[in-house]
């Protein structure tokens, strides 16, 4: 009984480690390719998730879980186009300056728009319910959501390693200038790649609303640890924010079933002890200008 | 090379700049308004953002109501008021505003608070300056005890007052009484101080705790928690969280059909709306709600609602309530003078205070004595609109008893006042 329960929450662990990836692996991505540490990332977790309660009672939740992000994805678009382009290049606390005046901005409007109780919202009356394996029982909900996030991070993996676009986007992570060396604006690439992390981080706050408080603050709740997946995963490594992010949950179950107290500084303590024997994260790359 | 990146970039210095960004403190909003001379300043300090900020906007609208309330009906002695309302954020920003609301914007009192800890921090400011502090939403029974203060009241109950009020309905229906309970608990100053008075209660009334768990308050995801209660099958889960973890707990608890009855000793209405519809369960006090039988309450609803198009909650009630006590006390004294004021509320006078009965401050504790109830979450199908998704028990204690035998009696939690 023992070990089944264990192993229950071992599975637990890695199902909320995939909430974290899809906002970890955007937020990685952005810093890898344009070097900026997007603190306005939770934001975009937070509008994804309203829009969703706004959606949901005309085109469905379904319909919801599609237009949500594609919405999100779009405002990530202009506000790469208009704002962050201007600071690839400069000091990078002035992108940390204007990431972090971003998400005061959008957590401020959520606040005067919707208040800052949270607005009700709950899971559609067709994805309700448990899901008998065995000896386990599992939130029907969860696992619908686990696969669509899986889906996710499966399709972004075959982007980035079997396009044209994932290898100028590696190629970019590794060696901006010799990309431009050899005729290829980084450009584009840094608008997709901003439009399609925001659209995820939008997609995860879709699959939130309903088991968790819809309010202003969620996305700065989530942020933090989604940094520390990526600190712990190492920055520019995809498999490394994968891995972390199951590693994070697991260690948060096994946490919260031994020593409650401690579920979430023992992340914390994880990613510290990682730093130590590792300061360039699990699976860290070597990448010459971040060094 | 369009694409080229400053040289200055180091990975660890934008960690390093990310973590610092990270831990900064939200930015204070600034004071409303800076006033004239002849006008009466209140100051008013609650929780704006955090996981208590939902409760604090509420404090805050149904303050501003209340001040608008005062000056339209002639301010306090022919004096206009004027509020200054400010974020605490914790008890050190707490401390620090106080002290400027008193010494620089010379405020007539203070009004406000839902944190504990921040409410401590306020009273010792407050106590020093020998200026009146009403605190409206902080529970811990030690502000009322051990760390009681001459000019601090409390609109707000105490945590052994939810527990009495709530446990009232759970001992009615069976479920306290040789029952195995399971509790979690918001791990802080306030729900260390509700579990102690919990396991007082329980010991009294023959309930033995099978699981008792202390919860961060940061924590969003109970699913490791839900996975254990469903281990461990208790008869009744007590949930004693704070804030925004309550939403969180509701809808998860909901998401993953548990079996057993919830009930909570300390408890937000404004959470249980958030929850939505559908997910909003159990047994839980509350100090006021929005659907009690008395005219002044439905005066307060009608007025709250035509303002923000929304009830009020138990929140809000405490904030307009304190500034209500506050406008009438110093308009029949014909003074703002803290020490005046502190001694005409120690004397018993009576207030309505939009419940059945009028209330009074005990004098050696300073507790406003007042009815409680407990509600019970309607069954789904019996959900019209999004804010009467509860039932209520009547007036707690009855109408037949005193006020005061749901607190803590002298000897449970004395207090004496320092000089």
């Given at each position: 009984m023992q070990l089944v329960f264990i192993l229950e929450q071992v599975l637990n662990g890695l199902l909320i480690g995939v909430q974290y990836l899809l906002i970890a692996l955007g937020l990685s991505l952005i810093f890898s390719l344009g070097g900026i540490v997007n603190l306005a990332h939770g934001a975009f977790y937070a509008i994804g998730a309203y829009l969703t309660v706004l959606l949901t009672p005309t085109i469905g939740f379904g319909g919801a879980l599609v237009a949500s992000p594609l919405v999100v994805g779009v405002l990530g678009l202009l506000i790469e186009r208009?704002?962050?382009?201007?600071?690839?290049?400069?000091?990078?606390t002035l992108a940390l300056l204007l990431t972090f005046g971003l998400a005061m901005v959008a957590e401020q409007a959520l606040r005067m728009a919707f208040g800052a109780a949270p607005v009700p919202f709950g899971i559609p009356t067709w994805l309700r319910g448990q899901v008998f394996i065995g000896d386990l029982i599992y939130s029907r909900y969860r696992l619908s959501i686990l696969v669509v996030a899986l889906a996710c991070v499966a399709c972004l993996w075959l982007l980035l390693t079997r396009t044209s676009f994932g290898r100028v986007v590696r190629a970019g992570v590794q060696n901006p200038d010799m990309v431009a060396a050899l005729g290829i604006s980084l450009r584009p690439y840094m608008t997709a790649v901003v439009t399609i992390a925001v659209g995820l981080a939008a997609l995860a706050g879709t699959m939130m609303a309903p088991v968790t408080g819809v309010h202003p603050a969620m996305g700065a709740e989530i942020l933090t640890f989604a940094f520390v997946v990526v600190v712990i995963g190492g920055l520019g490594s995809f498999w490394g924010v994968v891995f972390a992010a199951l590693i994070v949950g697991v260690v948060r179950g096994l946490t919260a079933y031994?020593?409650?107290?401690?579920t979430e500084a023992a992340v914390y303590a994880l990613m510290v002890l990682v730093l130590m024997l590792r300061p360039r994260g699990l699976f860290g790359e070597h990448i010459a200008r971040f060094e | 090379m369009t694409d080229r990146f400053g040289d200055s970039l180091s990975r660890r210095s934008l960690l390093r700049a990310g973590g610092a960004a990270l831990l900064a403190p939200a930015l204070a909003s600034p004071a409303l308004s800076q006033g004239q001379s002849d006008v009466i300043r209140i100051g008013h300090l609650t929780p704006r953002t955090g996981f208590l900020g939902p409760l604090g906007e509420f404090a805050m609208q149904a303050a501003q109501l209340a001040i608008e309330e005062i000056n339209a009906t002639g301010g306090i002695a022919g004096r206009k008021v004027e509020l200054l309302s400010e974020d605490s954020v914790n008890p050190q920003t707490a401390s620090a505003k106080a002290e400027r609301m008193i010494?620089?914007?010379?405020?007539?009192c203070l009004v406000g608070e839902i944190n504990s800890a921040s409410a401590l921090a306020i009273s010792q400011v407050a106590q020093r300056e020998k200026v009146l502090f009403i605190n409206t939403g902080a529970n811990s029974d030690a502000l009322r005890?051990?760390?009681?203060?001459?000019?601090m009241f409390h609109v707000e109950a105490q945590n052994t007052m939810m527990v009495r009020a709530c446990g009232r309905a759970l001992l009615d229906r069976g479920l306290i009484k040789g029952r195995k309970v399971y509790a979690l608990t918001a791990d802080y100053a306030f729900g260390h101080d509700l579990l102690k008075q919990a396991k007082k209660y329980f010991a009294a009334h023959d309930a033995t705790l099978v699981g008792e768990d202390l919860i961060p308050t940061e924590l969003t995801d109970f699913s490791p928690f839900l996975l254990k209660l469903r281990q461990a099958k208790p008869d009744l889960v007590i949930c004693n969280l704070a804030g925004a973890q309550i939403t969180n707990f509701l809808k998860q608890f909901s998401e993953f059909g548990l079996p057993f009855p919830v009930a909570g000793f300390g408890f937000d209405t404004a959470l249980a709306w958030g929850a939505?519809?559908?997910n909003f369960l159990g047994t839980w006090p509350v100090i006021w709600h929005h659907q009690i039988d008395s005219p002044s309450a439905k005066k307060f609803v009608a007025a709250f609602k035509a303002k923000y198009k929304k009830p009020p909650e138990n929140q809000g009630w405490g904030d307009y309530t304190a500034m209500k006590i506050v406008a009438q006390s110093m308009n029949e004294l014909k003074t703002t003078e803290s020490i005046k004021v502190v001694e005409h509320l120690e004397s018993g006078a009576k207030f309505d205070i939009a419940k059945v009965r009028e209330g009074y401050f005990r004098p050696w504790d300073h507790e406003l004595m007042q009815e409680m109830f407990a509600i019970t979450a309607l069954p789904a199908d019996q959900?019209?609109?999004?804010?009467?998704i509860f039932s209520s028990t009547g007036p707690l204690p009855g109408p037949d008893e005193s006020l005061e035998v749901l607190a803590t009696t002298r000897e449970e939690n004395a207090c004496t006042f320092p000089v």
């Open positions: 208009f704002l962050l382009r201007r600071f690839y290049r400069g000091d990078p031994a020593y409650p107290p401690a | 010494q620089r914007d010379r405020v007539a005890g051990s760390d009681c203060k001459r000019f939505g519809p559908g959900v019209k609109n999004p804010y009467d």
